[in-house]
Nanobody, 123 residues
Framework: QVQLVESGGGLVQAGGSLRLSCAVS????????MGWFRQATGKEREFVAA????????MYADSVKGRFTISRDNAKNTVYLQMNSLKPEDTAVYYC????????????????WGQGTQVTVSS
């Protein structure tokens, strides 16, 4: 069994920053991709960012490029999402996920998911 637990969400004003964390526990793997997705109310879940096992490859949605940074600490089995210059349209529940396949934006490729953490950006 694999558990993913997100933390760091909250309420922030537009232009502010938040740092999300996602800790992976239980059955562990080597060489897995980690990703972040988000789902706003009334919308489909969408890809935000992903990072390869070694951190050498990253992928971002166009809407967050230059504002969000994904990173990971494999010693802690944790992935982070630093979110800067937040906008009201970034408001959503943010989910982390593990993929045992290659780095990819397609959520169907992700095998394990966290429960999500709410991020609310006020204008």
């Amino acid at each position: 069994q694999v558990q993913l637990v997100e933390s760091g969400g909250g309420l922030v004003q537009a232009g502010g920053s938040l740092r999300l964390s996602c800790a992976v526990s239980g059955r562990t793997f080597s060489n897995y991709v980690m990703g972040w997705f988000r789902q706003a109310t009334g919308k489909e879940r969408e890809f935000v960012a992903a990072i390869s096992w070694g951190g050498g490859s990253t992928m971002y949605a166009d809407s967050v490029k230059g504002r969000f940074t994904i990173s990971r600490d494999n010693a802690k089995n944790t992935v982070y999402l630093q979110m800067n210059s937040l906008k009201p349209e970034d408001t959503a529940v943010y989910y982390c996920a593990v993929s045992l396949k290659r780095i990819i934006a397609n959520e169907a490729a992700y095998d394990y998911w966290g429960q999500g953490t709410q991020v609310t950006v006020s204008s």
